[in-house]
């Protein structure tokens, strides 16, 4: 099975910067779109960044012109940099993928799976003012 494991979350003052990253792991072939999610207690969970396999990314308007979210396909990685960070910013952070195609090797053929809509653990984001 696919796993989602994140890092690069903190503590940091208002205008200062922060990188997540998240890395899926096992057996991946490709995966169609990764991105970040955020949700602080109480509220529903937001999009923040999502970029399909192409490169394409999609933005939330509220880290427009803050923060910027890459990927590595090689290393099945995604990236948030989180520049001019405000307290509102503050949330827990989810890691998401979706459309993941596994390719396992059975004697002399190979396998394809495929997983959908899968969630990191979150990791804690805090800009204090």
């Known amino acids: 099975q696919v796993q989602l494991v994140e890092s690069g979350g903190g503590l940091v003052q208002a205008g200062g910067s922060l990188r997540l990253s998240c890395a899926a792991s096992?057996?991946?072939?490709?995966?169609?779109?990764m991105g970040w999610y955020r949700r602080a207690p109480g509220k529903q969970r937001e999009l923040v960044a999502v970029m399909t396999s192409g490169g394409m990314p999609n933005y939330a308007d509220s880290v427009k012109g803050r923060f910027i979210i890459s990927r590595d396909n090689a290393k099945n990685t995604v990236y948030l940099q989180m520049n001019s960070l405000k307290p509102e910013d503050t949330d827990v952070y989810y890691c998401?993928?979706?459309?993941?195609?596994?390719?396992?090797?059975?004697?002399?053929?190979?396998?394809?799976?495929?997983?959908?809509?899968?969630w990191g653990q979150g990791t804690q984001v805090t800009v204090s003012s």
């Open positions: 998401h993928a979706d459309q993941i195609t596994t390719k396992e090797q059975r004697a002399s053929h190979f396998i394809y799976s495929y997983e959908y809509d899968l």
């Open positions: 096992g057996s991946i072939f490709s995966i169609n779109s």
